[in-house]
């Protein structure tokens, strides 16, 4: 049986979306949110939904090698 993980490597960032403003780009990885290590999406997904629209968030990630820390301001989510 195959396990599919998905992982925090960002694929695509949407303009004008929180990512993209705050410098977050395609093909970084994800590795803390406020400090907490991220390995999953869904550890993403949990560390996010521990916030309402309009706070900051501390985003770590890892861009070629390179360690990043960026601030996000989380928006609105959009509706499905």
Known sequence: ?????TT?????V??????EQAGIMPNDRLTHIDGISIIRFDDLREQLGKHVAG????VQLRRQGVD???VA???????S
């Open 14 to 19: 949407t303009l004008g979306s929180a990512a």
């Open 8 to 12: 925090t490597l960002v694929s695509s």
């Open 1 to 5: 049986m195959a396990v599919i993980e």
């Open 68 to 70: 990043l820390t960026v």
């Open 55 to 58: 706070e900051q968030v501390e």
């Open 73 to 79: 301001t989380l928006g609105e989510e959009p509706d």
